[in-house]
Nanobody
Framework: VQLVESGGGSVQAGGSLRLSCRVS????????MSWFRQAPGKEREFTSG???????NYAEFVKGRFSVSQDNGENTLDLQMNALQPEDTAIYFC????????????WGQGTQVTVS
């Protein structure tokens, strides 16, 4: 079982990008999924996610610009990023965390987002 991320790339300031993440492999686990990011020289930080009640939640610095959805069903998470700024440049990581016994926490390999 692993996380598969897609999307990312380079965009000019004010542009948009969309990231997708899904749990790949046979699994009976349910995961709460979220997106983190890590800029060079900085710690990894939470940006957005969906909790166990299907409620989206966002860090203050992305509110109004980023939105998450699970259009492709459970154990997937899409991140729509609008009005991107150079300070959004980072590697974006998908995280899947399960409260179920034996399921644990998964991290994606990361995808680069560059805003110039």
């Amino acid at each position: 079982v692993q996380l598969v991320e897609s999307g990312g790339g380079s965009v000019q300031a004010g542009g948009s990008l969309r990231l997708s993440c899904r749990v790949s492999g046979a699994s009976s686990c349910w995961y709460a999924m979220s997106w983190f990011r890590q800029a060079p020289g900085k710690e990894r930080e939470f940006t957005s996610g969906i909790d166990g009640y299907s409620r989206p939640n966002y860090a203050e610095f992305v509110k109004g610009r980023f939105s998450v959805s699970q259009d492709n069903g459970e154990n997937t998470l899409d991140l729509q990023m609008n009005a991107l700024q150079p300070e959004d440049t980072a590697i974006y990581f998908c995280k899947a965390e399960s409260p179920m016994y034996g399921c644990g926490t998964l991290w994606g390999q990361g995808t680069q987002v560059t805003v110039s």
